[in-house]
T-cell receptor, first 113, second 111 residues
Framework: AQTVTQSQPEMSVQEAETVTLSCTYDTSESDYYLFWYKQPPSRQMILVIRQEAYKQQNATENRFSVNFQKAAKSFSLKISDSQLGDAAMYFCAYRATGNQFYFGTGTSLTVIP | SQTIHQWPATLVQPVGSPLSLECTVEGTSNPNLYWYRQAAGRGLQLLFYSVGIGQISSEVPQNLSASRPQDRQFILSSKKLLLSDSGFYLC??????????FGEGSRLTVL
């Protein structure tokens, strides 16, 4: 069964610094998607970044980038130049070839001014 | 443009009362639709998903039900709410780029 593990329930970062959120997953499939979602206090889940497993190049979206290690089944999110608006819960998610999504338990990120 | 709307945004209901949460998608056809629940400070629990009109898959046995009367409408219901039904309910659909796109959410408090 597919599982997604986020081992850091809480993280904090100084404004303008860089922080990395960890995610590991378990799967026997070779083709899948990985995502990072952000859930601010307003509570709507927002897609931060997407990675397709067949792509070796790590995805980037402005200040957000991932370190995708397929063999290690690791998918970490790096946030550069952290801003106060980055404070939120971050969820790692996995989607296999079907329509099922699996979410981690989330990491609460605090940005310190 | 593609959007997803949920209502009501906030709901306070007594134990034993009925529930109806509605989700509507615009700008696409035949979407795969999902209902998730998020308890306070916790992750997402998949409740139902639907691949088409009248086709509902239930992931968790409970006193909630779902219906899909129209292609872009997904409704979450209960005949009698329990205290444990309190939470944040999220509707979502799979976009063409592969990710789930979520609605604004509905916060339910059962007293």
């Amino acid at each position: 069964a597919q599982t997604v593990t986020q081992s850091q329930p809480e993280m904090s970062v100084q404004e303008a610094e860089t922080v990395t959120l960890s995610c590991t997953y378990d799967t026997s499939e070779s083709d899948y998607y990985l995502f990072w979602y952000k859930q601010p206090p307003s509570r709507q889940m927002i897609l931060v970044i997407r990675q397709e497993a067949y792509k070796q190049q790590n995805a980037t979206e402005n200040r957000f980038s991932v370190n995708f290690q397929k063999a290690a089944k690791s998918f970490s999110l790096k946030i550069s130049d952290s801003q106060l608006g980055d404070a939120a819960m971050y969820f790692c998610a996995y989607r296999a070839t079907g329509n099922q999504f699996y979410f981690g338990t989330g990491t609460s990120l605090t940005v310190i001014p | 443009s593609q959007t997803i709307h949920q209502w009501p945004a906030t709901l306070v209901q007594p134990v034993g009362s009925p529930l109806s949460l509605e989700c509507t998608v615009e700008g696409t056809s035949n979407p795969n639709l999902y209902w998730y629940r998020q308890a306070a400070g916790r992750g997402l629990q998949l409740l139902f998903y639907s691949v088409g009109i009248g086709q509902i898959s239930s992931e968790v046995p409970q006193n909630l039900s779902a219906s899909r009367p129209q292609d872009r409408q997904f409704i979450l219901s209960s005949k009698k709410l329990l205290l444990s039904d309190s939470g944040f309910y999220l509707c979502a659909w799979i976009r063409g780029t592969g990710e789930l796109f979520f609605g604004e959410g509905s916060r339910l408090t059962v007293l």
